[in-house]
Each structure stands twice: as C-alpha cells, then as structure tokens.
C-alpha cells in the first residue's frame, strides 16, 4: 500500500510514520511544508528506510496534485495543520488559510486523482482526515461527553478553522462521493512534542528552574492521549474505518491542568531533584481569551466498531514522556535555538495593542 501523509515532520505526524515504518510494509510519502513546529530529526529512526520518501511542500500549492499523481496512494492521511490555540489568537490567518484553504485543496486533488482510478483500486482508497475535539466546543457545567454527534460549537480560530475543514471533508464525500474518514481526538503528549505545548513546555521549564505559568487557576480539563496510542488508532481507522465515518478517539483521561503539572512536578523532583520541590515554581497568569474549561470523549464507537483502546494510562505514559524529554535535551535544545524560545503566546491584550493606531 502507499501512504501519503501529509504533515509528517509535526508531532502527531512523525508518529505515526515511525509506526508506519516499523510495524507495517508500506510505502509512504511524507509531504511537510516545515514549518516553525516540523522536526524532521523526530524522523531520524526512518529516513534512510527505502519505504520512506520525504517532499517539502505545502497542501495549499498546486504542486499536491502533481505530487498525489506521481506516488498514486491507496490511502492520505491528512495531518497538516495550524494546531496551536494561542498562535491563532495572536493571528488566525494562517489558521484559515491551511486548515481550510489547504484542506479543499488537498480534497480538491484527491477528487480528482479518485475518480480516475477503476472500480477496484476505488474500493481500497481512504482519505482520512484527522482533526480534533475542540471542535465540539466547551463541556462546561455539564457531565456530558463529545459523541460523534455531538453539535460543533467551536471557541476558538483554531477550532473554528478545524471545524471548518471537518465540514469541508463530508461535503465531499456527500456531494461528490470521496471515500473518507474522519477521526477526532483528545488531547495529544509523548516525546517529540512541540514545546509550545503544555507538557513539554512544564518538564522543560522545570529542569532549566524556570515558572511554570498555569492559566486561571488550572481548573480547565482535559481528556489525555497519549502520542502512540492515538496514531495505531489513526492506521486503523484508516484501513477498517467505514467510509464516510467519524470516530472520536480519546484516552480516557479527564485530568485538570493544574493536577497534570502536580504530577510533572513530582516525577521532576524524583528524576531530576533540585534543592526546592519544583511545585514552588508554579505561578498562575491571566487565562486565555475564550478558554474552553473541559473537553472529555466518549470514544465507545471506536471501541465497539474496530476494537481500538487505548494502552497506555496518564501515569505511564507521562513517566515515558519525562523521562524522555530529560534524555533528549539536545533536540529540545535544537527548537530553543530556532523560533521559539518557550514565551507565552496568545494574549489578546497585546495583540490590540499593537495594532492601534496611534
């Protein structure tokens, strides 16, 4: 089978190629425009396999449809993305532009490389389209949890433009009969995590002795998955997925902000053990503008429809994460070095400000 996976060189993506490479016999195509938060050293473990090939380019150019043509998959896995909830408050354009623009693209030339093929080799094509629960809005106040058809509500411009693409996707698969899949997951940690992100930002804050900032009071919940366990759900639901399908993928860990950085805190004073217990770093700043208080999945589908759960627990897969992230500080080092030094971003105050005419 050849896999195009889009976005291969960002978190989520790179993960699933090393579990494409080393538990299946695939062939895949991994396209990456590189931005600020690709790593192509997370891919060091595959890059010399001849199973693997490497493009850069950018699903909003036209060069995708060339490049769908030449490699002819059975089966694109779109990750490509803007993710980050802050960077999108700070500028939501980029955010519309390849979540949304870069997705009707990329469906633009599967449709039209799809409805070339035969009967047959149309009966094995997927293109499976990976978003996110944030989507579904905020499950405040209630005990409810986000099912497949849950109603979107999203909060955020990275949520909306997510949301966007989602709406995008089943269009074409209604109105002009694309064999997709949708997945929509929880919250995503393991190693090779852009540090802009809660876990890693927490563990590398902590070992350099630096604050640990927890927005609000840390009261916000989330549903935590963890890297590996998400992207064997992701192969699965892309070769036994149904078409035209949704499937919410979570780890079934509600866990609060602040407890999670509790948590770091003390695997850090065991791991890495100062002269102060690291919780004494923690300090609480201004939350986010619009921030959703808990996301929680109830991926029973998932499990009943192809038999996926997850494996790993929030304690043994934030032991793993650590431990890994204190064993690689030279690739984190690498990041700090280039165009993120691990500031906050997303404060809507300074964005305004900046943009007053004086």
């Known amino acids: 089978m050849n896999i195009i996976v889009t976005g291969g060189a960002g978190f989520i993506g790179s993960a699933l190629i090393r579990y494409l490479i080393q538990h299946t016999e695939h062939h895949v195509l991994n396209i990456d425009k590189l931005t600020y938060a690709s790593n192509l050293s997370s891919l060091d473990s595959v890059k010399d396999d001849p199973r ?32 980050h909830v802050d960077r999108s408050i700070d500028s939501a354009a980029p955010f519309v532009q390849t979540n949304i ?5 990329l469906l633009e030339a599967s449709r039209h490389y799809y409805s070339a093929l035969d009967d047959v080799q149309k009966q094995s094509f997927r293109f499976h389209h990976i978003s996110t629960d944030e989507v579904y809005g905020d499950l405040h106040g209630t005990t409810d949890l986000f099912t497949e058809e849950t109603a979107y509500h999203p909060s955020s411009p990275y949520a909306a433009s997510k949301a966007s693409s989602d709406h ?21 940690y393991g190693s090779y995590q852009f540090p802009e992100k809660l876990i890693p930002l927490m563990i590398l804050n902590a070992y350099e002795g630096k604050s640990l900032p927890i927005y609000g009071q840390g009261a916000q919940i989330r549903d935590w998955l963890h890297v590996d366990d998400h992207v064997e759900a992701l192969y699965q639901v892309a070769t036994q997925g149904k078409v035209g399908e949704t499937y919410n993928i979570g780890g079934h860990n509600e866990i609060r902000n602040i407890d999670v950085v509790q948590q770091i805190c003390a695997m850090m004073d065991e ?18 503008p619009g921030h959703d208080n808990r996301y929680a999945i109830d991926a029973s589908k998932i499990a009943q429809d192809i038999g996926w759960t997850p494996k790993q627990t929030f304690a043994t897969g934030l032991a793993k994460t650590v431990k890994w992230y204190l064993d690689n500080l030279d690739w984190c080092q690498g990041i700090a070095q280039g165009q993120y030094s691990r500031e906050r971003l997303g404060q809507l105050e300074t964005t305004q400000s900046s943009n007053t005419i004086k």
């Open 101 to 105: 623009i870069g997705t009707f693209n």
């Open 168 to 188: 995008l996707v089943r269009a074409w698969y209604r109105t002009y009969g694309l064999s997709v899949v949708l997945t929509n997951c929880s919250n995503n």
């Open 271 to 288: 791991l890495a053990p100062k002269a102060y217990a690291h919780a004494q770093l923690i300090t609480y700043v201004t939350d986010r």
């Open 52 to 83: 693997y090939r490497f493009i850069q380019a950018d699903i909003c150019d036209q060069r995708i449809t060339e490049l769908i043509n030449e490699f002819r998959p059975n089966l694109i896995m779109n990750l490509a993305a803007e993710s």
